[in-house]
T-cell receptor, first 111, second 115 residues
């Protein structure tokens, strides 16, 4: 079934730098969601972008979607140590149209 | 505070024990989910309930038994588990409908260790 694949698997940057994570997928989508997971905690929904949208912003987060390339990117601007977490993209999949998550990108922001 | 509360946060049990995980949501959602998160593997959907009815069982072994008495509560009953069942078990909720079209709200999980 449909599953997004995040790239890179791990990313280490300095505070203040921008972080970009990518998600690629194989079949057509209705929407794509991004989630964050801090160590030892549950996932937190960040942004849902629909297939007819190309870009969406939420605070320091910017998500783009290119359906022709079957890819999405999550950009975190002016990163902070508190942004250290794993980031997952999630797509509609399975027989009942449930969310299927990728393996995630582990982001480390050093102070 | 996510509005989804899971208890206990940590659980250690032997393979012959019976225990239950509990999830409660205060968000007025009608759909609830159980996921399993193991190291180095993607999040695995286990069960889905819409309006208290089970709509997805993702080939989960029968030693895991879910229960959804109402739209706010979800349980996962555990019996004769195996060491490979050690993982973080996450509960989530959303508005009903196709789960992929709705943002999901997660609890902080139960870290389960099987001895």
């Amino acid at each position: 079934s449909q599953q997004g694949e995040e790239d890179p698997q791990a990313l280490s940057i300095q505070e203040g730098e921008n972080a970009t994570m990518n998600c690629s997928y194989k079949t057509s989508i209705n929407n794509l969601q991004w989630y964050r997971q801090n160590s030892g905690r549950g996932l937190v929904h960040l942004i849902l972008i629909r297939s007819n949208e190309r870009e969406k912003h939420s605070g320091r987060l910017r998500v783009t979607l290119d359906t022709s390339k079957k890819s999405s990117s999550l950009l975190i601007t002016a990163s902070r140590a508190a942004d250290t977490a794993s980031y997952f993209c999630a797509l509609l999949g399975g027989s009942q149209g449930n969310l299927i998550f990728g393996k995630g990108t582990k982001l480390s922001v050093k102070p | 505070e996510t509005g989804v509360t899971q208890t206990p946060r940590h659980l250690v049990m032997g393979m012959t024990n019976k225990k239950s995980l509990k999830c409660e949501q205060h968000l007025g959602h009608n759909a609830m989910y159980w996921y399993k998160q193991s190291a180095k593997k993607p999040l695995e959907l286990m069960f889905v309930y819409n309006f208290k009815e089970q709509t997805e069982n993702n080939s989960v072994p029968s030693r895991f038994s879910p229960e959804c008495p109402n739209s706010s509560h979800l349980f996962l009953h555990l019996h004769t588990l195996q060491p490979e069942d050690s993982a973080l078990y996450l509960c989530a909720s959303s508005h009903a409908g196709q789960g992929g079209n709705q943002p999901q709200h997660f609890g902080d999980g139960t870290r389960l260790s099987i001895l």
